[in-house]
């Protein structure tokens, strides 16, 4: 069963059966005023390059695979992963440039992240993104979707678990929106971790009778 840690800001490590580490857009603590992250990957997966996404040389192992805004399927250590074109502004990237969002299965669960998407995904995107069982969605605004836009998101793609990210935390120095924004104006239920990584099961997401909001400590 995949185990799922939340390194702030945008920053997720899948952690697979085999203890084979998975790392998607790390950032390097510092500039953006978090904890540099603490994390050893095989592979890392960026979504677009800007800096407080693309430090991969902060978390790749010696030997390990490094995957940029790749799109269309592909396979990173044998788990099937489909990049999907998106875009950081309203503007079909004429303002921030595009970003791919990556929908990663690992030992049965569906991992869907969206990386720093900007606008509602239309209609094919929609279907790309294939009904994810875990949902990483931006909440922040000024550079993404804000909170209200992030709830549209959801309700489009009804995930089991839905996990915001790109928020403003104690630190950080980036003009984000807190979480609690879009907290505020949803009413699932909301599981807040002690611990910084979570591990799930297909079948207990299946067994959940609507969707949840998880929710890490900060980092």
């Known amino acids: 069963m995949p185990l799922l840690k939340w390194h702030g800001h945008s920053c997720f490590e899948i952690v697979d059966s085999a203890n084979r580490s998975i790392v998607i857009d790390p950032h390097d603590g510092g500039s953006i ?11 890392v997966l960026i979504t677009h390059e800007h800096f407080d ?6 978390v ?33 990237g004429r303002r921030r440039g595009e970003v791919v969002s990556y929908l990663i299965e690992v030992d049965g669960v569906k991992f869907l992240h969206l990386g ?8 094919n995107m929609i279907k790309l993104m294939d009904g ?5 969605v931006p909440v922040g605004g000024t550079f993404t979707i804000d909170a209200r836009e992030a709830k549209e998101v959801v309700e489009l793609l009804s995930p089991k ?28 239920e909301v599981i807040r971790l ?20 998880v929710l890490f400590p900060k980092p």
């Open 33 to 43: 005023g978090l904890k540099r992250p603490e994390a050893s990957a095989d592979a």
């Open 161 to 188: 678990a839905i996990i915001p990210m790109h928020y403003w935390v104690e630190g950080v120095n980036l003009p984000l929106a807190p979480v609690d924004n879009f907290l505020s104006i949803v009413k699932y």
């Open 60 to 92: 790749l192992k010696k030997g390990g695979e490094v995957y940029s805004m790749r799109s269309g399927p592909f396979r990173v250590l044998g788990h099937p992963v489909l990049g999907i074109k998106v875009y950081h502004d309203k503007f079909k």
């Open 194 to 213: 002690r611990e910084k990584a979570w591990r799930v099961t297909e079948e207990e997401l299946k067994n959940w009778k609507e969707n949840k909001v």
């Open 53 to 58: 996404h693309n430090a991969y040389e902060v």
């Open 132 to 136: 994810p069982h875990v949902l990483m």
């Open 116 to 123: 720093d998407i900007g606008h509602i995904p239309d209609e």
